[in-house]
């Protein structure tokens, strides 16, 4: 409910407010409108699963991709060679966030998301027509430089809503996320070599049996280019003024309206002064702890992504599951069907009692007796190991995405509004490093252990779970004082 203290934005009564500034309605549209924004969230969930998609579907596919492009001289390096290209679009993404964060900061979230998404449409259904190893890596890599979707989109979440629905507005963005868990594997899985799964409806002399992996990208970018289009009617939350009324000449600036960072202790917006206040960013503990954890925690969840669908499709004498491209992307899609429910059902409950910071490390310390447990299931087989790993991966799908959502939710309140965009950037870049780095380490330490099995005390998929392990509970450590402080409370409304 809007503050009855705080004067509504309207150009008769306040002159603060511009006629034609895209923030200043939006602004005046969450005061007036008390209830959830649904059309908004829609557009921040159809963004976010647009970004997830081109990421979650490759995994199911990316061991016989590699397979067939002829770059691995053994069966045991593949895994070397696909950690590469899991790599490419992370590392993209990480040399170009600070800059789109940048660009959405100055140009506004909407032009942002839509170059991102034409980007999905290009290079996502090139990367679909890949017959060369460096064709693969080249497409994902630009389509990561050119994908600035998460940092803007994270920023409008919180922007487009009152403060009290700010929670799960950051929510949908992860669970979006999930949705792309459900439907991204689903696609690769079950599209990808589709002249091989269904000879009486694809020809293998037709487009999809000379370009294998075609389907599953070209079903993507024709769905990104649905949310192009809905995203022409986007509304802009970017304020396109730097004025503020006289009312707030001696406002302090935590008390300063989102649209009005000029004030007491900014001054003019200079050059020296943006710079300087980039730089508070820095010295900003909770933000910094926050970023460290998120990307400790990107680095394991991706890591054990990479690994996951190597180490299913392997063969068992290699400590494998021998599952196919179908059984892992049905793995994943269960894993994501069961992370919605839990977010729409259980975790806003959850999360209002126990808050984002007990909440993680209560779900980081269940995580990693769970992963553990991940090289006994080879030894099952049937239905008891489809049972075992769809429960395990849904598990581990679950406690990964809360502690994303409770970090989330502790960064971007960790800064005030003018400077969430730039926070929001900063983390994506770190993040993306991390996740650029978690491929490629993970597939060169899958390889070593496709290559050390049999080991007289731990076996290479031992020690393959035991480093995601480490990860685990070096970011669980890490969430207590004195490395993680909290100025105040931690407990943040959930609504739903």
């Given at each position: 409910m809007a503050d009855p203290t705080t004067p509504l934005l309207e150009p008769s009564k306040n002159a603060f407010f511009h006629e034609n500034c895209p923030g200043c309605k939006q602004d005046r549209r969450n005061q007036l409108h008390l209830g959830i924004p649904f059309r908004e969230f829609f557009f921040i969930w159809i963004v976010a699963l647009c970004s997830a998609l081109p990421i979650s579907s490759l995994y199911p596919f990316l061991y016989f991709m590699i397979h067939d492009l002829n770059i691995a001289k053994r069966s045991q390096d593949i895994g070397f060679f696909a950690g590469f290209v899991g790599s490419a679009f992370m590392l993209g993404r990480s040399l170009t966030s600070i800059f789109w964060g940048m660009v959405a900061d100055r140009y506004g979230r909407k032009p942002v998301v839509m170059i991102s998404l034409f980007a999905i449409i290009v290079f996502n259904t090139l990367f679909g027509l890949s017959k060369s190893y460096w064709m693969a890596i080249t497409t994902r890599l630009l389509l990561g430089l050119l994908s600035g979707l998460l940092g803007p989109i994270q920023a409008y979440a919180s922007e487009v809503c009152q403060k009290e629905y700010q929670a799960l507005g950051l929510s949908i963005v992860d669970t979006s996320w999930a949705m792309g868990l459900i439907f991204g594997p689903a696609i690769g899985g079950f599209l990808a070599q589709p002249a091989e799964k269904y000879p009486n409806i694809f020809a293998m002399e037709c487009l999809f049996g000379r370009f294998p992996y075609f389907l599953p990208c070209l079903?993507?970018?024709?769905?990104?280019?649905?949310?192009?289009?809905?995203?022409?009617?986007?509304?802009?939350?970017?304020?396109?003024?730097?004025?503020?009324?006289?009312?707030?000449?001696?406002?302090?600036?935590?008390?300063?309206?989102?649209?009005c960072p000029n004030l007491k202790g900014y001054g003019r917006e200079t050059k020296q002064r943006r710079w300087?206040?980039?730089?508070?960013?820095?010295?900003?503990?909770?933000?910094?702890?926050?970023?460290?954890l998120y990307c400790i925690f990107g680095l394991q969840s991706t890591a054990y992504t990479e690994i996951f669908s190597l180490w299913a499709v392997s063969n068992k004498s290699y400590g494998g599951l021998s599952f196919s491209s179908q059984e892992v992307g049905l793995v994943l899609a269960m894993s994501g069907i069961s992370l919605l429910v839990y977010q729409l059902v259980f975790f806003p409950c959850i999360a209002k009692h126990l808050g984002p910071i007990n909440f993680t490390r209560v779900v980081a310390v269940l995580l990693i007796p769970l992963l553990a447990s991940y090289p006994?299931?080879?030894?099952?087989?049937?239905?008891?190991?489809?049972?075992?790993?769809?429960?395990?991966?849904?598990?581990?799908?679950?406690?990964?995405?809360?502690?994303?959502?409770?970090?989330?939710?502790?960064?971007?309140?960790?800064?005030?509004?003018?400077?969430?965009?730039?926070?929001?950037?900063?983390?994506?870049?770190?993040?993306?490093?991390?996740?650029?780095?978690?491929?490629?380490?993970?597939?060169?330490?899958?390889?070593?252990?496709?290559?050390?099995?049999?080991?007289?005390?731990?076996?290479?998929?031992?020690?393959?779970?035991?480093?995601?392990?480490i990860f685990g509970l070096v970011g669980l450590i890490l969430t207590f004082k004195p490395f993680l402080t909290q100025p105040g409370t931690e407990e943040i409304t959930v609504t739903t």
């Open positions: 079903c993507i970018s024709l769905f990104s280019v649905a949310a192009f289009i809905a995203c022409l009617w986007l509304p802009e939350t970017m304020h396109m003024h730097s004025e503020c009324g006289p009312e707030y000449e001696h406002t302090e600036v935590m008390e300063a309206p989102p649209h300087f206040s980039e730089q508070s960013i820095l010295r900003n503990r909770l933000l910094m702890s926050s970023i460290v006994f299931m080879a030894k099952l087989s049937g239905l008891d190991l489809k049972l075992t790993v769809n429960c395990a991966s849904s598990l581990r799908s679950i406690f990964s995405s809360t502690i994303t959502i409770g970090l989330n939710i502790l960064m971007n309140n960790a800064v005030s509004q003018h400077k969430r965009g730039a926070a929001n950037g900063m983390a994506v870049t770190a993040l993306s490093l991390f996740k650029a780095v978690a491929p490629a380490g993970a597939g060169i330490l899958f390889s070593w252990a496709q290559n050390h099995q049999g080991a007289s005390i731990l076996s290479g998929d031992y020690i393959v779970f035991l480093v995601l392990d």
